[in-house]
T-cell receptor
Framework: AQTVTQSQPEMSVQEAETVTLSCTYD???????LFWYKQPPSRQMILVIR??????QNATENRFSVNFQKAAKSFSLKISDSQLGDAAMYFC?????????????FGRGTQLTVWP | DAGVTQSPTHLIKTRGQQVTLRCSPKSGHDTVSWYQQALGQGPQFIFQYYEEEERQRGNFPDRFSGHQFPNYSSELNVNALLLGDSALYLCASSIPGPMNTGELFFGEGSRLTVL
């Protein structure tokens, strides 16, 4: 069964600094997607970044980047130049690619606090 | 372009009652999934609807049922409510076929409190 583990329940960072959130996963599939979603107090899940497992290059989206280590089944999120608006719960998620109907498996989340 | 919309946003029920939650997917999306998010937890998959049929189901009892309508909107029904059903219920939709990029688009959720 697929599992996603986030070992950091809480993290904090000073504004303008860099923070890294960790995620590991377990799967027997070879082709899949990995995601980081952000959930602010407004509750809506917002996609931060997406990685396709067959791509060796790490995904980047502006201040957000990932370190994808397929062999180690590790998928960390780096937030550079942190902003107050980055404060939220961050969820790592996995989805098998084989079917467009695949479900998402989520970790338990990491609560990120950004200090001014 | 409206995103995923859910109703109601909040509701309070008592044990044993039944509840219906509603979801309209993002325009152009045909697949709807429902997730339960207990306080302080990650979302857990309940089930997924495509072409008006339940296609996948997570580890939830039969008290949880759903429906998808021809316009792709969906309902989640929970019967015989338990205190443990208190949670945020998230609806998500996705793009069909070869345009699918794996991403799910989420609504803001329905917060259910069972007393």
């Amino acid at each position: 069964a697929q599992t996603v583990t986030q070992s950091q329940p809480e993290m904090s960072v000073q504004e303008a600094e860099t923070v890294t959130l960790s995620c590991t996963y377990d799967t027997s599939e070879s082709d899949y997607y990995l995601f980081w979603y952000k959930q602010p107090p407004s509750r809506q899940m917002i996609l931060v970044i997406r990685q396709e497992a067959y791509k060796q290059q790490n995904a980047t989206e502006n201040r957000f980047s990932v370190n994808f280590q397929k062999a180690a089944k590790s998928f960390s999120l780096k937030i550079s130049d942190s902003q107050l608006g980055d404060a939220a719960m961050y969820f790592c998620a996995y989805r098998a690619r084989g079917s467009t109907l695949g479900r998402l498996y989520f970790g338990r989340g990491t609560q990120l606090t950004v200090w001014p | 372009d409206a995103g995923v919309t859910q109703s109601p946003t909040h509701l309070i029920k008592t044990r044993g009652q039944q509840v219906t939650l509603r979801c309209s997917p993002k325009s152009g999306h045909d697949t709807v999934s429902w997730y339960q998010q207990a306080l302080g937890q990650g979302p857990q998959f309940i089930f997924q609807y495509y072409e008006e049929e339940e296609r996948q189901r997570g580890n939830f009892p039969d008290r949880f049922s759903g429906h998808q309508f021809p316009n792709y909107s969906s309902e989640l029904n929970v019967n015989a409510l338990l205190l443990g059903d208190s949670a945020l219920y998230l609806c998500a939709s996705s793009i069909p076929g070869p345009m699918n990029t794996g991403e799910l688009f989420f609504g803001e959720g329905s917060r259910l409190t069972v007393l």
